[in-house]
């Protein structure tokens, strides 16, 4: 069994579509240790990748948690209303986190879809800000990091970059701690990351 005794994080994962996020968040699910792992999968491409069958409702959420790896696909719960379900989830994910002890992580990909610069749902708030005192890990996917808001950007300590061109994404991984011209520069597949505690890079490729 892994250590879940590890401090949490936000890792925090940006780059242009077709750039690899997602498969490298996917990857660091499947790595990574952990009691339990969370994903609201609204496009349902996260169950299909996985291989695993998504969770509808709320009983089936609770019977996935027994597996360790919980895909919502909202649709069947919250037909035409995703950021209702979005909430949900999260609160959902928060509650079932405080049931037990172990590291746990949360993915969210494209982020952006769920905040504003300007506002944040409380649920996610709660996850982002204080999922830490439950040992809940969040991990966000973004092509538009210039739209997140400062819960997201600034709780973060992991800051993984693929290629990005556009200039207000360039300038929002500057303030960071990143360098834009050497992410401008990345090849498709490529990614470089920077620990915001530690100052550490590293880089590597998922294809």
């Known amino acids: 069994m892994g250590d879940y005794r590890l401090p949490p994080s936000l890792t925090l ?5 077709g750039s690899g996020k997602t498969t490298f968040s996917l990857r660091y699910l499947r790595a990574c240790p952990a009691a339990a792992r969370f994903i609201f999968d609204d496009l349902g491409r996260a169950a299909t ?3 695993i ?3 509808c409702t709320a009983r089936e959420v609770e019977l996935a948690l027994h597996t360790r790896w919980v895909v919502f696909n909202p649709h069947r719960m919250f037909p035409g209303d995703t ?8 609160q959902w994910a928060y509650d079932a986190s405080r049931r037990g002890p172990g590291k746990k992580l949360f993915l969210v990909d494209e982020v952006w ?7 944040i ?4 708030a709660l996850v982002a800000q204080t999922g830490r005192e439950e040992h809940l890990e969040l991990v966000t996917c973004t092509q ?4 997140l808001h400062a819960s997201i950007t600034g709780q973060s300590t992991e800051l993984v970059c693929f290629r990005l061109q556009e200039p207000l994404a360039l300038a929002r991984v500057r303030e960071l701690g990143g360098y834009p011209e050497e992410v401008r520069q990345l090849r ?3 990614f470089v990351s920077y620990n915001r505690l530690s100052g550490h890079r590293l880089r590597g490729r998922v294809f």
Do not use: D, Y
């Not at 879809?113 to 506002?119: A, H, L, T």
């Not at 538009?144 to 739209?147: A, C, D, F, I, N």
């Open 83 to 90: 950021a209702a379900a979005f909430r949900w989830f999260c």
């Open 144 to 147: 538009l990091p210039h739209k």
């Open 53 to 55: 069958r998504p969770a």
């Open 121 to 124: 749902p409380r649920e996610f």
């Open 113 to 119: 879809q769920w905040c504003s610069p300007n506002s």
């Open 13 to 17: 994962i940006v780059g242009m579509t």
């Open 49 to 51: 990748r996985l291989g």
């Open 188 to 190: 498709l597949g490529e």
